[in-house]
Structure formats: structure tokens, C-alpha cells
């Protein structure tokens, strides 16, 4: 997730999705970046801040999967 903005999200919607300030706990317009996915150690997970409604989580979860099947 990335708070930055810039031409380079609006031309590649299918790794970068927007997700708006307030959606989840998250404090402030962000960005998915799907093709900055790495895995998680559950030791840096802090805290549960909230899910995603499905008009937004299914695009990055159609992205993810599109990643893998390749």
C-alpha cells in the first residue's frame, strides 16, 4: 500500500487499485500494489485495522489471481 500518486497508477489499473480514506481503518487515499506483493511474516502484523467491501476487493483478488496463474 502506497499513499503516492501518480500517472504511473492511472495507466496500470489492473496492479494498481485505489482505495479510498476511511475504507478499512486506513487513514488516507492508498493504492494497492499488487505487483509489490511479498510475503507476510505475522510478526509485523501490528493490528487488525478492517476488510475491504467486495466492489473492492474483488479487482485485487481478480488481479492476485491473474498474477499466479501465469
Known sequence: MTTQSGSWAIKNPNLYHYIPQGTAG?????IALIDQLRAVDIQRVRAYLGSLEEELF?????????????
Open 26 to 30: 486506513i487513514p488516507r487515499d492508498s
Open 58 to 70: 474483488n479487482p485485487i483478488r481478480n488481479s492476485l489471481l491473474r498474477i499466479f496463474r501465469k
